[in-house]
């Protein structure tokens, strides 16, 4: 056989020859026994093909070459077996040539060499980068071993190509950064939100007065059985839960025939998402099936087809139950842009090539078309292609088994289209007042078909396409009112966190992006427009109902949700200016993982605000004598230039160090800054005022940061003119200092008023009035002395315009007719026929231009230039 190596007879070991031949011996019979198993059609079928292979001759052969065993010298007579192998295999009953009877069996006995396997490397493309950032494909380790040895005999050389594997992986790193924001962009996005909250509720309010429209009323009403509205309405002679019973009956059997009769055609509201760059707005589509209901008019004719979104079809269903008299509310899940960092944004559109993919519609269309041409015509013959195998089966005449055509007068079923990409929760729903128990319970018809479940209304965070933070229920007067507790199962720890009155954070006094109010300030007086102007006793119940279901919120199971939490609080998230009460009590532990340590957890109201004697000094008290320290805060690391910007989040409990020993602390703050609680300080008291003399500080001011300040004996005069007016009357006086505007780390003191004595406060105000009405005089004065000198002016123009035009009448004249005879004599010349349009009047003098010098040497007549 070639490529394996024969001894000598005479060669060798004896030994070695009798084991060489008992495994000679050993395979041929196994060899006997194969060929036993093998029946004899197979054998003589492998005859006849290698016959054929040795009547085409060597070169033809398909088996590569055997490959020689480790340490095998060259046998010079390789090529005589390699003649006699094909020779060998026609006669595989052939006994003396055993090796080559074993032809198929000899693989498993012989080792081959494998080439050295390649090892695939790649470089990072930079040292900061993880392992974990890196990709790796399944590799099938079978198919590699099996196709390297055909492999290795055609070459050994591997190129790889690594370009267009980094290409996909770097913008899948890119696509997971985000951009930072900064504080101007954060207050940028706050405003927003404020404004696309403002106009949400507007339009909520817009459609709940759709649905008292008494048009689309009477269309609904009808859809009403009498048996519905006896439920709906049930008699006053029942008991409290009958009443109950009967109410949430006739809401279901509404609910079910409002879900049968309405068809959802369009696209409703959704998640609101913020733009990565302006680029992925330029290339921006509204979806197709977007709700096309604009109007009232709009509304009243998808009361009439009873179709449209699925947020149409929860204030239709308002409007039924109002017709049946049930007082509902129509609910809202507000969806404004985020006012917090980390919210999900918009998806970046794909890149879709052309000729573009066939959607799953066109698919199923094209397929069901190939079917309908390809149906063979049932009263055709068939082929004999066609046939089942019996000669007589194309004279068989196949019966024909089509479904007989629909009458006509059958009406055809809408099919009803399916929106793809919404929520799987709704955004609009109804609540229905329970009279028996004074209590609003949700029903939502459409989405979910739940009743008197608020909780199972709420998205998941998953969710891009609703996020419930503002959920706001409208009542039939225009009343409304703020519902999440009601339906958030985590409002503190993480509703409340995405809201513009949770933005400003617990012990956090500045407001929310410089506009004056906090956050939940904002949103009481957003709210305050449809609030009633007194509240009913239906209203306290629900005020008590929401706050208990606040109250007995769980406590959260994670660290992160601890943070800011107005209920409980962990030491590592107590800020700077936080410190705990003496003796505060724990009332549980948490874990941040199943190997760290266990944190106590404390209540948010054991949690006090400590600050620096000069911040309570701003705000108007002083710490008592004797009081010690709470805490001690190291200073700050100054920051480098260009980044000492000043923050409005800076707690202010430092800034003393730059401003000497202001309060008698030298020696605390050489270590860092002393703070103190509330507990300590008292109200500050300014010293009076005694034989009309107010008291000044070093530079001549008084500090008056809040209205408790003002000294007794005294009053503050908030005017601009009030220093003026005291000095006239000659009183003593001091500017009021309110507070510091500050332009990085440097303050600008603001003075706004004086304080004065307490018996001159009267006739302060009076010379204020007087200087006011004198400054009010003299306006008037400026504004008469500016009119007459423009009608001067004017005048003076007019004058000069009539005697320059009263001598250039005559000279006028003359050009006119010496112009017109030469016109005249150049038309002769050039053939006659000329009209008048056609005369040269480049040589004539304009009369404007004669105006508009004699403008700027009298400087525009005294009235156009000034």
């Known amino acids: 056989m070639a490529g394996r190596k024969r001894n000598a007879p005479g060669d060798g070991n004896p030994f070695a020859r009798t084991t060489r031949a008992t495994v000679a011996s050993q395979r041929s019979q196994r060899n006997a026994a194969a060929r036993s198993a093998v029946p004899d059609v197979y054998r003589e079928m492998l005859r006849e093909a290698r016959a054929e292979v040795v009547s085409q001759g060597p070169s033809s052969s398909e088996r590569p070459l055997k490959r020689k065993r480790p340490g095998e010298k060259k046998n010079p007579n390789a090529a005589a077996p390699k003649e006699e192998a094909p020779r060998s295999a026609a006669c595989p009953g052939n006994g003396d040539h055993h090796d080559d009877n074993g032809d198929d069996d000899g693989i498993e006995f012989e080792d081959v060499v494998l080439p050295p396997a390649t090892v695939q490397t790649m470089v990072m493309p930079s040292d900061d980068e993880d392992d974990d950032d890196a990709m790796f494909e399944d590799v099938d380790i079978n198919h590699g071993v099996t196709s390297a040895v055909p492999a290795a005999s055609e070459s050994r050389e591997l190129t790889l190509n690594l370009t267009a594997q980094e290409a996909l992986m770097a913008p899948r790193r890119s696509a997971d950064r985000r951009k930072t924001l900064g504080k101007e962009e954060k207050e940028r996005r706050v405003e927003i939100h404020k404004m696309h909250l403002l106009c949400l509720l507007a339009h909520v309010e817009r459609r709940n007065r759709w649905c008292n429209d008494q048009k689309v009323q009477d269309l609904l009403r009808p859809l009403l059985s009498e048996k519905m509205i006896q439920f709906l309405n049930p008699r006053a002679s029942l008991t409290q839960y009958g009443q109950a019973e009967s109410l949430k009956s006739g809401i279901h059997e509404a609910s079910i025939m409002f879900k049968t009769k309405f068809k959802i055609t369009e696209r409703g509201l959704r998640r609101a998402l913020w733009a990565e760059d302006e680029e992925q707005l330029k290339n921006y589509q509204l979806p197709d099936d977007i709700e096309s209901t604009h109007d009232q008019q709009d509304f009243i004719e998808a009361a009439k087809t009873l179709s449209g979104s699925r947020d149409v079809g929860a204030q239709l269903f308002c409007a039924l139950l109002r017709s049946a008299g049930i007082e509902t509310r129509l609910v809202c899940s507000l969806q404004p842009l985020a006012c917090v960092p980390g919210a999900p944004t918009l998806p970046k559109q794909r890149k879709i090539d052309k000729p573009s993919r066939p959607s799953k519609g066109e698919v199923y269309a094209a397929a069901m078309a190939k079917y309908e041409t390809k149906a063979p015509d049932p009263g055709a013959t068939p082929s004999p292609r ?182 409980y609080a962990l030491e590592r998230h107590l800020r700077r200016n936080e410190v705990l009460v003496p003796g505060a009590q724990t009332t549980g532990t948490v ?162 008023g004086v304080v004065v004595p307490k018996e001159c406060e009267e006739g302060v105000w009076a010379v204020i009035e007087g200087l006011t009405d004198l400054d009010a005089e003299l306006e008037r004065e400026r504004k008469s002395r500016t009119a007459l000198r423009m009608w001067s002016r004017f005048l003076k123009g007019l004058r000069i315009r009539e005697r320059i035009w009263a001598g250039a009448e005559e000279q006028g004249e003359g050009k006119d007719e010496a112009v017109v005879g030469k016109g005249k004599e150049n038309a002769a010349d050039d053939g006659g026929g000329g009209d008048d349009d056609d005369v040269d009047m480049a040589g004539v003098e304009s009369d404007v231009s004669e105006e508009y010098f004699m403008g700027e040497d009298e400087e525009g007549g005294g009235f156009l230039i000034d």
Request: aromatic share 10%; with cysteine.
């Open 386 to 567: 066609r046939r089942l195998g019996h000669p007589l089966a194309a004279a068989y005449h196949v019966p024909s088994m089509a479904a007989p055509s629909p009458s006509p007068s059958r009406p055809e079923i809408p099919q009803v289209k399916r929106i793809r990409g919404e929520s799987p929760y709704p955004m609009y729903w109804v609540e229905v007042l329970d009279q028996a128990y004074q209590k609003w319970h949700p029903v939502d018809a459409l989405v979910t078909g739940t009743q008197w479940k608020p909780r199972a209304l709420e998205p998941p965070a998953s969710d891009r396409e609703n996020c419930m933070t503002y959920v706001v229920a409208f009542e039939a007067d225009g009343s409304a009112r703020d519902v999440t507790r009601r339906y958030a199962k985590a409002y503190n720890s993480k509703t409340k966190r995405l809201r513009i009155d949770g933005i400003s954070t617990y012990g956090n006094r500045t407001s929310t992006a410089g506009s004056g109010l906090t956050g939940e300030r904002w949103w009481r007086r957003a709210m305050r427009k449809y609030a009633r102007p007194w509240p009913t006793d239906l209203d306290q119940i629900e005020k008590t109902e929401l706050a208990a279901e606040e109250a007995k919120e769980p406590m959260p199971r994670n660290v992160a949700d601890f943070k800011d939490h107005p209920v």
């Open 591 to 752: 874990g941040a993982g199943s190997k760290a340590p266990l944190e106590r957890i404390y209540r948010r109201r054991d949690v006090r605000i400590a600050w620096s004697r000069e911040k309570w000094y701003r705000m108007g008290r002083e710490v008592k004598p004797g009081e010690e320290p709470v805490l001690i805060l190291p200073k700050r690391i100054p920051k480098r230039p260009g980044f000492n910007d000043y923050n409005d989040d800076n707690d202010g409990e430092d800034d003393e160090s730059d401003r000497g020993d202001l309060f008698g602390d030298g020696a605390a703050a050489a270590a860092g800054t002393p703070i103190y609680t509330e507990e300590q300080t008292e109200l500050y008291q300014a010293p009076p005022v005694r034989n009309g003399r107010v008291p000044k500080n070093r530079f001549g001011n008084i500090d008056l940061y809040v209205p408790s300040m003002v000294p007794a004996g005294g009053e503050h005069v908030a005017h601009e003119r009030a220093a003026q007016a005291a000095f006239i009357l000659g009183v003593d006086y001091a500017p009021a200092l309110t507070g510091f505007q500050f332009k990085g780390r440097q303050g600008t003191a603001v003075l706004h």
